[in-house]
């Protein structure tokens, strides 16, 4: 059982390139969320999804799009890559929302140059 | 405005210390959890304890132990005896399931306790 997987794990862009993360999760969960982890910010939440084809924003969505189409994979991109999206990206993903607790996929350290 | 704090933002401790993080969640809803996840150095968030609002009691697991008091909005955490492998960054977070568009936690800056050998 992998739980939640994101690739890649490590990316560097150039200002202005574009790049998709991807997150999958093997265990059926309707909820899958993207957060950035930033020094000093905890985690904020930047889209989540509470199931297949939706999709909603969260604290800090400007600048990213994301795609559920499928129930276990949560895509988070980037359009025009810009340096202030240097992070650590977390994909994560629960059973029944707030009501449980979140699996977190090993994250994705992005540095934009 | 929901929030959670924690003001403790680095923490050193030595080996076989107990040492206490702490967590004060701001909400006004009635129904609410609150939870604490564990980030050690290779960087994946762990769970550790999930608590509902309904449910002040502590909670002990092993070394680990949780008192949730309501009257003071707090959520503390308690390692009894440290090791190195508690070296970690600890989060605090409160999740709001029945409000309308708040299926996320909200997340307190972290916790960075080094435990010393």
């Known amino acids: 059982n992998a739980g939640v997987t994101q690739t890649p794990k490590f990316r560097v862009l150039k200002t202005g390139q574009s790049m998709t993360l991807l997150c999958a999760q093997d265990?059926?969960?309707?909820?899958m969320y993207w957060y950035r982890q930033d020094p000093g910010m905890g985690l904020r939440l930047i889209h989540y999804?509470?199931?297949?084809?939706?999709?909603a924003k969260g604290e800090v969505p400007d600048g990213y799009n994301v795609s559920r189409l499928k129930k276990q994979n949560f895509l988070l991109g980037l359009e025009s890559a810009a340096p202030s999206q240097t992070s650590v990206y977390f994909c994560?993903?629960?059973?029944?929302?707030?009501?449980?607790?979140?699996?977190f996929g090993q994250g994705t350290r992005l540095t934009v140059v | 405005a929901q929030k959670v704090t924690q003001a403790q933002t680095e923490i050193s401790v030595v080996e076989k210390e107990d040492v206490t993080l702490d967590c004060v969640y701001e909400?006004?809803?009635?129904?609410?959890?609150l939870f604490w996840y564990k980030q050690p150095p290779s960087g994946e968030l762990v769970f550790l304890i999930r608590?509902?609002?309904?449910?002040?009691q502590n909670e002990i697991s092993g070394r680990y132990s949780w008192n949730f008091q309501k009257s003071t909005s707090s959520f503390n955490f308690t390692i009894t005896a440290s090791q190195v492998v508690d070296s970690a960054v600890y989060f605090c977070?409160?999740?709001?399931?029945?409000?309308?568009?708040?299926?996320?936690?909200?997340f307190g800056t972290g916790t960075r306790l080094t435990v010393i050998p």
């Open positions: 994560a993903s629960s059973y029944q929302g707030g009501r449980d607790r979140a699996f």
């Open positions: 265990m059926n969960h309707e909820y």
């Open positions: 999804s509470v199931g297949e084809g939706t999709t």
């Open positions: 909400t006004r809803d009635t129904t609410y959890y």
């Open positions: 608590r509902n609002s309904f449910d002040e």
């Open positions: 977070a409160l999740t709001l399931p029945y409000q309308t568009g708040a299926n996320n936690l909200f």
